[in-house]
């Protein structure tokens, strides 16, 4: 006979409910029961634990329990045993407050069997109760040990972990050191161009003035042979003075002398048209131009607080923009341009900080990206205060020439898929944006860009995505100097193959196909791969996972454009990361209002940024 049983409860039960038997009319017999939470010992001497039950005729039953650790026990009563019956109880457990923690269901099995029988093992079932009840004292005890060790190498782990955390902390203030090096680096290299570019337009303005000279001596130079052509009133012209008329400055001889007039002058003329056309054809500022008189000491600039008490009186104008190469000139010797404060986007041919720069006249203004914004200040060159008929006089006279674009006639082919396009992120699939990347790209490099974007448009088509070389091919691409290209956005569930695959049911396979036909079809093109746009629908920073991170043939960000850039580094094609683009995991949920498509705001950011980097390339 067993005196004492045991049954295992746990907190989070499954299967059959466990089974305790005991006698009819075996009273004061011991329970007991090892409480569990999942494979976690519970420890209930901090807890109020007793058993309730009902047996099926409606008596309710009751017990206290004795807890020792987590286990349990209680010893039969009259009322749960008087009476052979198959009925289910419960160990309840309560905190300090009386709410219950937990309510433990088991089945007590009352089998049916004589007074006499029962007492006639009561005294057997005693003995092995304290027997039981040593090894389960020892058990305890040993638990108890085992905890105890545990403890000691959590510790050292916390310890362990601790180290780590100091050691990354080290580590990231010797980047962070790293970092403002190579910036100041940068900064230092950005004021050597600068410097370099001054210079260069100053050797500029040297030769136009020498050229403009040069012309002009050799037009007086004709002009002196023209009149010795002219033989004194009542004199007959020689025949040498003809015959040398016939000789024009650059040694040809010219059939006839009307010949040699006409030739000469028009060499002269087409010679000279230019800058003609560079310092005579005024195109006054006119609405843009609001001069206004300063006085000694008052701030240039509120936000930057500069102030002058050394120079004279100056006047300024309104901030003044433009977005192609210009020359700004006063046709006027009586005064000389001060430069101010370009906007903190702007860029020019020289350095003009937010602080005066006194300036040659003309200006050269030459953005590098988008459209730069300064302000003009003029000043007497005599050094004399300014006044209204000085404001009066230097808008009359200030002159502006537009020269030609530097990229005037390109034209560029832009694919790509609805980012491309130009697909609003605050919109419906169908709405567009108003300032697409093409467009931006068009006004800031001076060029003709044409959108070839398609919505769920992938290097490879499948289910819903639209083949990118379907595209391409269809296109002529004849007539382009330069064809950007960015796709991989669609691309994320299907397989990527090798950067050098040929096979056409991968990503890379049909990546080489387009390749391959572009050159074949204009191998002067200039051909520009940017990476895959990131998009905060999935995954986190810095990969940005364009399929879920359980499906088997998901493929990353970072993974694509790696291997697309070790292609292009193959082909010797330029490629365009986005690490650096304007949007980050810091302001991504703004710039993708969808999780996908930019916001009107941040097209314009991404069209600005990639005509930068395109200008660097064509």
């Known amino acids: ?135 389960v004292q020892t058990l305890i005890a040993e638990i108890r040990s085992d905890l105890a060790a545990e403890v000691t190498r959590a510790k050292a782990a916390e310890a362990s972990l601790r180290s780590a955390d100091a050691s990354i902390q080290s580590s990231l203030a010797s980047e962070t050191s790293a970092r403002q090096s190579a910036d100041q ?23 136009i003035a020498s050229e403009a000279s040069t012309r002009s001596t050799q037009d007086a130079s004709l002009q002196s042979q023209i009149n010795q052509l002219i033989a004194p009133e009542g004199e007959a012209p020689s ?26 002058v028009t060499d002269v003329k087409n010679a000279i048209t230019p800058l003609y056309d560079l310092f005579t054809v005024p195109v006054t500022l006119a609405n843009l131009v609001k001069a206004s008189l300063w006085t000694v000491g008052q701030a240039v600039k509120a936000d930057n607080g500069y102030t002058d ?53 003309p200006v050269v203004i030459a953005p590098i990206q988008g459209t730069v914004s300064f302000r003009l200040g003029v000043t007497r060159v005599d050094g004399a205060t300014m006044t209204n008929t000085d404001v009066t006089n230097v808008i009359s006279a200030l002159r502006t020439y537009q020269l030609p674009g530097i990229r005037s006639g390109m034209k560029i082919a832009c694919f790509g898929d609805s980012i491309m396009w130009g697909r609003d992120g605050n919109g419906s699939p169908s709405t567009q944006v108003d300032e697409t990347i093409p467009k931006i790209m068009s006004k800031a490099l001076g060029c003709q860009c044409d959108n070839y974007g398609i919505g769920n448009q992938g290097y490879l088509p499948h289910t819903g995505v639209v083949s990118a070389y379907d595209t391409i091919s269809a296109a002529n691409l004849t007539g382009y100097d330069a064809m950007v290209m960015c796709f991989g956005v669609n691309d994320g569930y299907n397989d990527l193959g090798d950067w050098d ?21 204009n191998p002067k093109i200039r051909l ?76 314009k950011l991404l069209g600005e940024w990639l005509a930068a980097k395109v200008a660097t390339i064509i």
């Open 185 to 207: 680096t940068l900064t230092a290299n950005l004021a050597s161009e600068v410097s370099a570019r001054q210079t260069a337009d100053s050797n500029l303005q040297s030769a």
């Open 309 to 361: 008490t050394n120079k004279p009186a100056y006047i300024r104008t309104a901030w003044i923009s433009f977005n192609s190469p210009t020359l700004i000139w006063i046709d006027s010797q009586t005064y000389k341009f001060i430069v101010w404060g370009y906007s903190a986007s702007s860029n020019t041919a020289g350095t003009y900080s937010p602080q005066k720069v006194y300036a040659q006249n």
């Open 501 to 521: 695959s040929t096979d056409e049911s991968t990503i890379m396979g049909q990546f080489n196909k387009i390749v391959t036909y572009v050159f074949a079809q």
């Open 528 to 603: 520009i791969v940017i990476a895959p746009w990131n998009g905060n629908n999935v995954g986190t920073a810095p990969d940005y996972w364009y399929g879920p991170r359980s499906h088997e043939r998901y493929v990353s960000r970072r993974i694509l454009s790696d291997t697309l850039k070790t292609a292009c580094d193959y082909y010797w094609i330029p490629y365009i990361e986005q690490y650096d683009g304007p949007i980050n995991p810091l302001n991504i949920t703004t710039a993708l209002p969808d999780g996908v498509h930019p916001s009107a705001d941040f097209y």
């Open 1 to 135: 006979m067993i005196n004492t049983q045991y049954i295992n409860l746990n907190m989070t039960p499954s299967g059959v409910m466990p089974v305790l038997y005991v006698s009819q009319y075996d009273v004061g017999r011991p329970l007991g029961m090892v409480v569990y939470n999942g494979g976690e010992a519970v420890d209930l001497s901090t807890y109020t634990v007793t058993i309730e039950g009902t047996r099926t005729d409606g008596t309710p039953i009751t017990a206290a329990v004795t807890t020792d650790g987590n286990i349990g026990g209680f010893a039969t009563t009259a009322t749960m045993t008087n009476k052979a019956d198959c009925y289910q109880a419960k160990m309840v457990i309560a905190d300090s407050s009386g709410n219950r923690v937990a309510s433990l269901a088991f089945v007590l099995m009352v089998t049916p069997k004589t007074m006499d029988e029962n007492a006639e093992s009561i005294e057997e079932d005693k003995s092995l109760y304290q027997q039981y009840t040593g090894t």
């Open 239 to 264: 025949a040498a003075e003809v015959e040398n008329a016939r000789v024009g400055a650059d040694g040809t001889t010219y059939t006839t002398l009307g010949d040699a007039i006409r030739g000469q």
